[in-house]
């Protein structure tokens, strides 16, 4: 099993930035790609970040590219989403999740592992 455990969530200013941090324990997830997930009141959730299992590979969804940073350190089992210039529509629960592949992936149903997720709340 897999337990993903989101933090760093909180209020900000828009404008401003937060770190997320999702901290990975029991098996692995360095072998596997990993990505940050959104769900916004009211709407379904949706794809935000994407890295492969080494790092050396990225894909964004098109609101927050430019953005958005999705990292991964695998010797702390530690994937993180810098998240810059944060707007009221960033507002949302952020979720982490581990794919069953080692190449990105934005497809939800490719991610078998997800964590609680973390409240980002952005006030204009």
């Known amino acids: 099993q897999v337990q993903l455990v989101e933090s760093g969530g909180g209020l900000v200013q828009a404008g401003g930035s937060l770190r997320l941090s999702c901290a990975a324990s029991?098996?692995?997830?360095?072998?596997?790609?990993m990505g940050w997930f959104r769900q916004g009141p009211g709407k379904e959730r949706e794809f935000v970040a994407t890295?492969?299992?080494?790092?050396?590979?990225?894909s964004y969804a098109d609101s927050v590219k430019g953005r958005f940073t999705i990292s991964r350190d695998n010797a702390k089992n530690t994937v993180y989403l810098q998240m810059n210039g944060l707007k009221p529509e960033d507002t949302a629960v952020y979720y982490c999740?581990?794919?069953?592949?080692?190449?990105?992936?934005?497809?939800?149903?490719?991610?078998?592992?997800w964590g609680q997720g973390t409240q980002v709340t952005v006030s204009s």
């Open positions: 999740a581990r794919a069953q592949t080692s190449g990105w992936t934005y497809h939800r149903n490719n991610y078998p592992y």
């Open positions: 029991g098996r692995t997830v360095s072998a596997y790609a």
């Open positions: 890295i492969n299992w080494s790092g050396s590979s990225t």
